[in-house]
């Protein structure tokens, strides 16, 4: 069956570095979302994308972030200047063109020092 | 956006079948009710969703209100693995989702 992955799945940065997190969505889905979990809170939406373009996005999504689908099959999320605050779960999603149905990766482990 | 109520945490026993309600009284007519579970240490995963009649797949059951300012997830037959966070989530299809906290799913052995 396919899925959606995440890499890597756990990533550790000083603060103040850039850093890349990098997903694979479903090939044939069209509709491209990241999300994040701090430890022992609510998922938070980030920031949807679809044709090449940023549909919408959260206020936590600030000048910070940046998404971009470089080649096609990659989907990632910038942070240029990580901040303590930033440490979380981020997991990437995608879905059908018309379909009900998010298909989330198993996420990628951030941590700021 | 459309607000969801539901309880902070249930318990079941393995093999009974669990009913977890949903109260959305300001649901608007193009919404559509999904839910989503979180198993511990995963990212969330897609269960179910229905607009107006009750819904069935492999996973679980739909029990949508007639005035549809209430739903039920239905799991026919709680095993240890269904134990989760399970998010009751109104919106359109290309929507964002916006989780809440959802009810933690207890399975008794």
């Known amino acids: 069956e396919p899925e959606v992955t995440q890499t890597p799945s756990h990533q550790v940065t000083q603060m103040g570095q850039e850093v890349i997190l990098r997903c694979v969505p479903i090939s044939n889905h069209l509709y491209f979302y990241w999300y994040r979990q701090i430890l022992g809170q609510k998922v938070e939406f980030l920031v949807s994308?679809?044709?090449?373009?940023?549909?919408?996005k959260s206020e936590i999504f600030d000048d910070q972030f940046s998404v971009e689908r470089p080649d096609g099959s990659n989907f990632t999320l910038k942070i240029r200047s990580t901040k303590l605050e930033d440490s979380a779960m981020y997991f990437c999603?995608?879905?059908?063109?018309?379909?009900?149905?998010?298909?989330f990766g198993p996420g990628t482990r951030l941590t700021v020092l | 956006d459309a607000k969801t109520t539901q309880p902070n945490s249930m318990e079941s026993n393995e093999e009974e079948p669990v009913h977890l309600p949903c109260n959305h009284s300001t649901i608007s007519g193009t919404d559509y009710i999904h839910w989503y579970r979180q198993l511990p240490s995963q990212g969330p995963e897609y269960v179910i969703h229905g607009l107006t009649s009750n819904v069935n797949n492999r996973m679980a059951s739909l029990a949508i209100a007639e005035d549809r300012k209430s739903s039920t997830l239905i799991l026919h037959r709680a095993t240890l693995r269904d134990a989760a966070v399970y998010y009751c989530i109104l919106g359109t299809s290309g929507d964002k989702i916006i989780f809440g906290k959802g009810t933690r799913l207890h399975i008794l052995p």
């Open positions: 994308f679809y044709n090449n373009e940023i549909s919408e």
């Open positions: 999603a995608s879905k059908l063109a018309g379909g009900y149905e998010q298909f």
